[in-house]
C-alpha cells in the first residue's frame, strides 16, 4: 500500500469526521429532518420516485455483483477472460463487506442510533442521538443507511477503473454518488434516517472499496 492510497484514506476519513463534526454543530440533522415532518408523519417520502427507490433498495447492487460473479466464473475457466477474475470477485466482495459486513452487520445491527421517525422531536419515544453517540440496546437501527449503501454500491466500477480508464471510472464514481444522493434523500423524507447516516454509508463503502481495490486490483491494473 503507497502513500497514495494513506493520503487518499485519510483525506476520506478526515472529511466524514469535519462534516459529521459541523452537522452536529448546527443541528443539521434535526432541522433538515423537520423539513419532511408533517403532523405527525412524512408525506414527502410517500411520492413517487421516492417511494420506488425504497422499493428498489438493493436490487441493483445484488444485479451488478451476480454480473460480477459470472465474470468471475467465467475467468477460471476461460484464459481469455482470465483478467476480468479479480474485478468479477471485487463485485462480489465489495457488497458481501462493505453493504453486508461493514454496514448492516458491524454498524447498524449494534450502533442504536434512533431513526428521526423514533425520537420526541418528532413524534416517537427515543432521544435524540448524535451518530458518534452509540447506545446499548440495539433496537435503532439508524446508523448508517442500509438503502443510501446499497445505492452507493453503484460506484464500485470507479474502483475497477480508476487507473486504467479514468474517464469511465469517474462517470461511474458520479453515477454512484448521485444516485447515493437520491436514495439518501428519500429515506430522509421518509423518516428512516439522518443525513450523517447516509454520510457514513458513503464513507464506509468508499474506505471499503479503496481497501479491496488496493488488495485485488491495483498490481493488476498497474501491469496490464
Known amino acids: 500500500m503507497n502513500g497514495r492510497f494513506w493520503a487518499e484514506l485519510w483525506m476520506v476519513l478526515a472529511l466524514l469526521v469535519i462534516v459529521t463534526g459541523l452537522l452536529g454543530a448546527t443541528g443539521a440533522d434535526l432541522g433538515i429532518a423537520s423539513h419532511f415532518y408533517r403532523q405527525g408523519d412524512w408525506p414527502v417520502g410517500t411520492l413517487l420516485p421516492w417511494k420506488f427507490l425504497y422499493w428498489l433498495h438493493w436490487k441493483q447492487a445484488l444485479v451488478l455483483s451476480v454480473i460480477g460473479l459470472a465474470v468471475a466464473v467465467t475467468g477460471f475457466f476461460k484464459a481469455y ?30 450502533w442504536d442510533r434512533p431513526r428521526p421517525r423514533d425520537v420526541v422531536q418528532f413524534g ?3 432521544e435524540f442521538r448524535q451518530p458518534w453517540q452509540p447506545g446499548n440496546t440495539a433496537r435503532g437501527r439508524s446508523f448508517p443507511s ?19 480508464k479514468p474517464a469511465t471510472a469517474y462517470a461511474w464514481l458520479i453515477g454512484g454518488m448521485l444516485f447515493g444522493g437520491a436514495m439518501s434523500y428519500a429515506r430522509i423524507s421518509q ?23 488496493e488488495l485485488l486490483l491495483r498490481q493488476q491494473s498497474l501491469a496490464d
Open 191 to 213: 423518516g428512516g434516517h439522518f443525513l450523517t447516516d447516509t454520510l457514513w454509508s458513503w464513507g464506509l463503502l468508499y474506505i471499503t472499496g479503496l481497501l479491496l481495490a
Open 81 to 110: 477472460a482470465r483478467h476480468l477474475v479479480r474485478p468479477g470477485l471485487f463485485l462480489v466482495l465489495f457488497l458481501i463487506v462493505g453493504n453486508g459486513l461493514v454496514v448492516n452487520s458491524l454498524f447498524k445491527s449494534h
Open 146 to 164: 442500509g438503502h443510501a449503501a446499497a445505492a452507493f454500491y453503484m460506484m464500485a466500477p470507479f474502483f475497477i477503473y480508476r487507473w486504467r
Open 124 to 126: 416517537g419515544e427515543r
